[in-house]
C-alpha cells in the first residue's frame, strides 16, 4: 500500500508520516524544494494550487491513499489573502477528491466554522 501526503514537511505531515502502518510505502508532496524526511519513498515538489500539477503528482505517484495535510494555516494571511485560502483549503480538496482514490482531509476551526 502506498499513501500520497500532500503536505509533508510541515507538522501535521511529519506526524502521519510516523503514524503510517508498517509496510506501508510513502510519498510526499510540498512546495520546499526538497523533503524533511528520510523516510519517503518518493517526493515531489507541487505547487497544488496549480491543478494540473497537483493532478500530474497524483497519476505519477499512484497512492493508494491520499492523506491531505496542505492547508493555508496563517489565518491572517489567509483574511488577507482570501482567494488563495480558498484555492488550498477548499478547491485544492476538490481536486483531490476528483482523482477517486480514498482520502482523509484534516482541517481546524479556522478553515471552517
Known amino acids: ?8 514537511n510541515g507538522l501535521l505531515g511529519q506526524n502521519l508520516l510516523r503514524a ?3 509496510g506501508w510505502e510513502a510519498a510526499g508532496a510540498g512546495i520546499d524544494t526538497e523533503p ?4 519517503l519513498a518518493d517526493y515531489r515538489k507541487v505547487d497544488i494550487t496549480q491543478r494540473p500539477e497537483l493532478e500530474t503528482a497524483i497519476e505519477a505517484i499512484a497512492p493508494n491513499l491520499i492523506l491531505n495535510a496542505a492547508a493555508l494555516t496563517d489565518v491572517d494571511l489567509g483574511e488577507r489573502e482570501q482567494e488563495l485560502c480558498t484555492r488550498l483549503n477548499r478547491d485544492c480538496v476538490g481536486w483531490m477528491a476528483a482523482s477517486r482514490i ?3 482531509h484534516i482541517s481546524s476551526d479556522y478553515v471552517f466554522d
Open 20 to 22: 503510517l502502518p508498517a
Open 1 to 8: 500500500m502506498k499513501a500520497l501526503i500532500f503536505g509533508c
Open 36 to 39: 524533511i524526511a528520510s523516510r
Open 102 to 104: 480514498p482520502m482523509v
